[in-house]
């Protein structure tokens, strides 16, 4: 029951980190409970109907559907926290400002909020699946079956608590820094996204490598310790990278900062402050 | 970043064809590797097999390897790893970690 929960609490986590990451990031728009709801709901029907077909998933494409699927899913995620990254650049300080005088939800963001609704499913179909998988095979399993559902409930439990308390931690954030912070954290997290869809990429053998194992810090934080783990959503660690997820990060990185100074700078300049 | 895209993907084509690639096959057969040391060249890429014949899922995972694949009940997937440099390179099935052990070997 212990390795259940383990496991479980382990998939959840990656997905809790990132929703509560978007749950900041989107502070003070209108209705965003409901997209975000609406996202994890959509990522575990996602998830079951992704379990029943993944052997297709996985025959597909000479063997290799399962990674340019996951690729794929990462890749699309990128693209939405990029986007909501650039937007925010545009729109962050004057709902800062806004927040500071009113103090409550007040900016209208549907079109972020869409986008970072669709970051949350994706986060839960990918994770989701391989927790629905496991599920079944216990379930076919018998006697301990019980016992290790239970663990199972107590892994998705633990692993929604680490998500819940990131999220109060960044509120701590002073409002004057805080779009600035999430905003940071979403880049981060975009980039360590790319990363991984590389990693899969080179494991489909449809990328080279670049360098299988550029380094190898495991001895002083290893991927699979809970800190390494945690570290790699946020901010795309990895013990023993290739060099092609390097490349993939650092570009993802740079473009996103690219587009935040181009586009953020130039409403600024078009539109000053009335006197 | 679709050009780039492209553009790697295309590099990765010519790559792979190029590529001497070494086979080698792993069986799931009641959660247990078979076999559960299996030896491969070390410097050649190596696309490996892995055959579930149990009928509940299994997850192919090594933190040496870095590799990580879900092997439906009664199914078989492929991960490509290395080239290896020349040593022991644990693996083990994370749904059933009691008893689904082994190493590959590069030599």
């Known amino acids: 029951m212990l390795a259940t929960t383990i496991l479980v609490f382990r998939e959840v986590l990656e997905a809790a980190l990132i929703i509560s990451i978007v749950c900041a990031a989107t502070r003070g728009l209108v209705r965003r409970g409901y997209w975000v709801s609406l996202g994890v ?5 996602g998830a079951v109907a992704l379990a029943f077909g993944a052997d297709r998933v ?38 800062a400002e806004e927040m500071k005088s009113v103090g409550a939800a007040v900016v209208d963001g549907s079109r972020p909020l869409r986008a970072l609704m669709l970051v949350v499913a994706l986060a839960v179909l990918r ?4 927790v629905v998988l496991f599920l079944f095979g ?11 559902l239970a663990g199972g409930a107590i892994g998705v439990l633990a692993g929604a608590t680490v998500g819940v308390v990131l999220y109060f931690g960044l509120l701590r954030i002073p409002i004057r820094h805080f779009f600035t912070a999430t905003n940071w954290m979403v880049l981060l997290l975009a980039a360590g996204l790319a990363s991984q869809a590389a990693h899969f990429l080179i494991q489909a053998d449809w990328l080279p490598a670049l360098g299988t194992r550029l380094w190898d810090s495991s ?34 990185a740079i473009l996103i900062l690219t587009g935040m100074k181009t586009w953020g700078r130039s409403i600024a300049e078009v539109s000053p402050a009335p006197p | 970043m679709k050009l780039i895209l492209a553009g790697c993907l295309a590099i990765a084509c010519q790559g792979a064809m190029a590529a001497d690639i070494h086979e080698a096959t792993l069986v799931i057969q ?55 440099e020349p040593g022991r390179y644990p693996f083990f099935g994370e749904f059933h970690m009691d008893t689904a052990k082994g190493s590959l070997i590069a030599e």
């Open chain 1, 127 to 130: 994770e989701g699946s391989e």
């Open chain 1, 41 to 45: 709901v959509l990522g575990v029907g």
């Open chain 1, 138 to 148: 216990i379930g076919a399993g018998g006697s301990s079956a019980m016992a290790m």
């Open chain 1, 219 to 252: 001895w002083l934080l290893s991927n699979e310790s809970l800190f390494g783990q945690t570290l790699r959503t946020l901010v795309g660690y990895d013990a023993r990278p290739a060099g092609m997820q390097l490349l993939f990060y650092f570009t993802t």
């Open chain 2, 30 to 84: 009641d959660h247990r590797f078979e076999p559960a040391e299996l030896t491969v060249p070390a410097g050649r890429k190596i696309k490996l097999t892995v055959v579930n014949n149990d009928a509940t899922a299994e997850e192919f995972e090594s933190y040496e390897l870095n590799r990580e694949k879900i092997v439906v009940g009664n199914s078989r997937i492929i991960v490509f790893v290395g080239p290896l």
């Open chain 1, 58 to 95: 996985a025959n597909s494409l000479e063997g290799v559907g399962q990674e340019i699927m996951n690729a794929a899913v990462l890749m699309a995620a990128v693209l939405m926290l990029a986007w909501h990254a650039i937007w925010m650049a545009r729109h962050g300080r004057a709902m």
